[in-house]
């Protein structure tokens, strides 16, 4: 029996009713249930007296809290959040009156549903009950205590101030003592970094508590993808955090796709594959060399960014941007991968497999770079799985979860994906996993390219078919920082009604938090730096 | 341990390319363009604070380009610096969020004159996909006087050096 099946009996025993579809309302349940994991994801439906109940026995039923948001259809408020355990995802809903909108709170079970009820609060105004942080967090001051933005009667212009002030009454915890002092950092920093505020306290060198303050980049994403066009909406998802352009387009994509019931031809799924792992790489390679640089080795760090350089330039060759930028369409992919291309990556593959060779056991040996990676940035398997870490920071401390292995969807549907997991949970734990994923990536693009050649020279994007009004899709795919959430509802005539994509960074910034505890102050850029968290991801 | 690392450096040899400051027909069909008429160039060297007011990270990737050995653009006395209190030009990037309009206008407050500011990018140049909203002021220009536009999505590291090249006496 399955879980859900199991599950669904114990919530009935406390009196606690889903009504149970599937989230591909175009195409009967049958033949739902017949789809890859990621495309029939369950909707369960439950009364909103009953949100916190619902999270009291999932997590005692050891589900992963994913994700969470709302959207408004007519006079309602939805609140969903999704769940995750072995593979499977469950999307679970309340219905909340909109003439006073409030429910309980996960977050007082899930610590990863902090930050996303807040931003929740923020922007639709629906108060979570008993929640353990009432502060805001989207929301500064570019609009008003009572003002909720993804609200209807919003208008997206808003009506802002000429200059909005600064957020100057957020209240950070304060401490108290001999030697405890305050550093505020940003929202500008002295690198060339996204903007977001840290404040820390400290006595001497050590790190007695860090908050994070975010928000400084909330671009309106969510408000303004409404209305759009689906292929609008995938240049959005794009930019939605542009070091994941592939990735977040994918996930929009395939939200889309799934609410339409189109299906992408086999060709267009492997090369979005290959371009989500050459992403990947790209990422990788880049974040290494800055961890090296943060600890001031500065030869790894010029060594890794140049590998980086030449694998941009490959895809600039050869696809026609350095970063992938919008080569992922609605229904496939807009650039096809030829046999010299295929061909051109492989020998790149090789290539950067014998600069590696020679780098790594070079950088292995130094001794001061172990002196500062080794032990440094502990986050520890229990306060990973606490804040639903995910991506190679999750794995580095011991969550063993990859969604092209454990939810496969095409094309890792067709190939074995082994997944890096580590428990050390340190800064060189998080090294060592994003090497070893560069690795494993080089073999999964080798795979894609074999299964490429099989295939006869055919469509890379499938024909579009409108919507039905209300129809919905959860894309959930894994970017090179964990996996990525990404929900799409159509409203009338082939437009977009609601667009939420859930950044990994949302969960492992909280995780962020823990783990520079007790650590020094100056460590703190390359702790940052092994997390490496989107910040417009996360603001939007 | 230190063998292989002087190996590697040594049989990675100098990979640095040469580039030239551009001309004035070049610029345009980079993509650049000066709003303002730049009376008196740098020379030397040049100071640059990078600001991202409401980026999505892309400019950023391609500026950390700038400093990888391809470029290496601080051999052309063009550096990167903490503060804008040390800086000759501001590099913004992103449309320029609400939230971060306050702190753009006192970085732009706290660089010394003469100063130049450059939008970086199709966002910052004019609004990109994000445009002006309830949370977006959209480009720079809408924020602080701007003296150079640099269009793309991002624009590559040869473009922004190309751009930065322009500012400064040959």
Not at chain 2, 104 to 116: C, E, F, I, M, V
Request: hydrophobic share 40%; with cysteine; charged share 25%.
């Amino acid at each position: 029996m399955s879980w859900q099946k199991a599950f669904l009996q114990q919530l009935e025993e406390v009196e606690i009713f889903c009504r149970c579809g599937f989230s591909r309302i175009t195409t009967d349940d049958e033949n739902a249930a017949k789809a890859a994991p990621t495309q029939r994801i369950e909707l369960w439906q439950i009364d909103d007296k009953h949100w916190q109940r619902f999270a009291e026995l999932a997590a005692e039923n050891k589900l992963r809290w994913a994700a969470g948001w709302a959207e408004q259809i007519d006079g309602q408020f939805y609140v969903n959040a999704c769940f995750e355990k072995s593979g499977n995802y469950i999307l679970l809903r309340a219905t909340v009156n909109a003439s006073k909108p409030e429910l309980s709170s996960q977050a007082t079970v899930y610590a990863a549903a902090n930050r996303s009820e807040r931003h929740t609060h923020d922007m639709f105004g629906i108060e979570f009950l008993n929640h353990p942080d009432p502060r805001c967090w989207m929301r500064h001051k570019a609009w008003g205590k009572r003002d909720y933005p993804l609200r209807h009667d919003f208008p997206v212009q808003g009506s802002p101030a000429e200059i909005t002030p600064p957020d100057t009454d957020y209240h950070f915890i304060q401490s108290h003592g001999v030697g405890v002092y305050e550093i505020p950092v940003g929202p500008v920093h002295a690198g060339i970094i996204e903007p977001g505020h840290f404040r820390f306290q400290a006595v001497g060198e050590l790190i007695l508590n860090l908050e994070e303050r975010l928000g400084y980049v909330h671009k309106g994403t969510e408000k303004i993808a409404e209305g759009r066009t689906p292929e609008g909406l995938a240049k959005l998802a794009g930019r939605v955090s542009g070091d994941t352009c592939v990735s977040h387009a994918w996930a929009a994509c395939m939200a889309m796709e799934q609410a339409a019931g189109v299906e992408i031809p086999p060709r267009a799924a492997l090369i979005r594959g290959i371009f989500a792992e050459r992403e990947r790489i790209a990422n990788h390679l880049g974040d290494i060399g800055a961890i090296c640089n943060d600890v001031a080795f500065t030869f790894a760090f010029m060594q890794m960014m140049r590998l980086k350089e030449l694998w941009c330039r490959t895809n600039y060759e050869l696809f026609g941007h350095r970063l992938l930028m919008d080569k992922i369409i609605l229904g496939g992919v807009a650039v096809d991968v030829s046999d010299a291309a295929a061909k051109f990556m492989l020998t790149d593959i090789e290539q950067l497999r014998a600069e590696l060779a020679d780098l790594i056991p070079a950088i292995d040996l130094n001794s001061s770079l172990e002196d500062r990676l080794y032990t440094a940035g502990y986050l520890s398997p229990e306060t990973a799985a606490h804040f639903g870490t995910l991506g190679f920071v999750g794995r580095a401390s011991g969550q063993d979860f990859d969604v092209r292995r454990d939810a496969p969807y095409a094309p890792y549907d067709s190939v074995t994906v082994k997944v890096a997991a580590e428990n050390q949970g340190d800064i060189a734990s998080r090294f060592w996993v994003r090497y070893k994923e560069i690795n494993a990536s080089m073999k999964l693009i080798e795979q894609f390219i074999e299964q490429l050649e099989k295939l006869p020279e055919g469509d890379l994007v499938a024909n579009w078919q409108t919507p039905k009004v209300e129809s919905y899709g959860l894309g959930i795919v894994d970017g090179w920082r964990g996996e990525i959430i990404s929900y799409v509802r159509f409203g009338e005539n082939n437009t977009i009604a609601r667009f939420y994509p859930r950044d990994p960074s949302q969960l492992n910034w909280e995780a962020l938090e823990k783990a520079v505890l007790n650590n020094i102050v100056p460590d703190f850029p390359v702790c940052n730096k092994s997390f490496n968290c989107s910040y417009s991801g996360c603001d939007l | 341990m230190m063998f292989k690392l002087f190996k590697k450096v040594l049989t990675t040899g100098i990979v640095t390319e040469n580039f030239k400051a551009p001309h004035d027909e070049e610029l345009e069909a980079l993509g650049i363009e000066i709003k303002r008429r730049i009376d008196k160039k740098f020379t030397g060297s040049l100071a640059i604070r990078a600001v991202d007011a409401g980026s999505c990270n892309g400019c950023e990737l391609e500026i950390h380009a700038l400093n990888n050995p391809f470029y290496d653009i601080e051999r052309f006395g063009i550096h990167f610096v903490a503060s804008p209190r040390h800086a000759d030009v501001l590099l913004v990037t992103g449309v320029v969020s609400r939230h971060m309009q306050t702190a753009l206008l006192r970085t732009y407050d706290a660089t010394p004159n003469p100063k130049w500011v450059i939008a970086m990018g199709d966002c910052a140049s004019c609004g990109g996909e994000f445009g002006v909203s309830y949370a977006s002021c959209g480009a720079v220009s809408n924020v602080i006087p701007v003296d150079m536009t640099i269009t793309g999505c991002p624009p590559s590291p040869l473009v922004l050096l190309k751009a930065l090249l322009a500012l400064m006496e040959k």
